[in-house]
């Protein structure tokens, strides 16, 4: 069977929920995957393309007055097939972080120690951010989807941000702990 990347997988994921048309795909990915898989919106309709040639997925042109046409998307049963087989497919590796904080600190002997706690701060003050950006489409997934099947997934996904990213807030006050330390015992 034919192998395809991860985005074309990720699209045959969304057209599972209620998303049919190329804008309905970029807002759920907005919403939600861009979080944890980014996906850039150039590929969206070139994915959708594919998958409609590839016999993956139908389209219908849709029209209402007074609105621009717009295309929806259904997944065929090969497309089915296809999203099954992936997801059932052992995970071919561990995701490794590209994270430039690390790189920096890493070579930190070379910078201030004002410089590095400089980059802590920042850092902490993003991942509070985005902390708070996880709880509120918790919120907002809990209200809306009580009843809808994907939300228990969703939900997952979700825990999986906030555990890492208040592993990562621990960690940042832990390293600037041992700065503050290092200055007292120095």
Known sequence: MKKYNHTTYAILGILTTECRTGYAIKQLIDRSLNHFWK???????????????????????LSEEGKPERNEYSLTAKGIEVLKNWLEAPIEQIPVERNEVLLKLFFGRHQSKE???????????????????????????????????????????????KRVTKAAIEWCEATTNYFYKEDHHG
Do not use: C, M, R
């Not at 902390?131 to 809306?144: C, D, G, K, L």
């Open 115 to 161: 410089n590095s706690l400089l980059h802590l701060d920042n850092y902490k003050h993003k991942l509070v951010e985005s902390y708070q950006v996880y709880q509120n489409i918790e919120e907002v997934i809990i209200s809306n989807q009580q009843n809808n099947e994907d939300v228990t997934y969703w939900l997952f996904t979700l825990d999986y941000g």
């Open 39 to 61: 996906i850039s919106y150039g590929q969206i309709y070139p994915t959708l393309k594919l998958i409609v040639e590839d016999e993956l997925a139908t389209v219908q042109t």
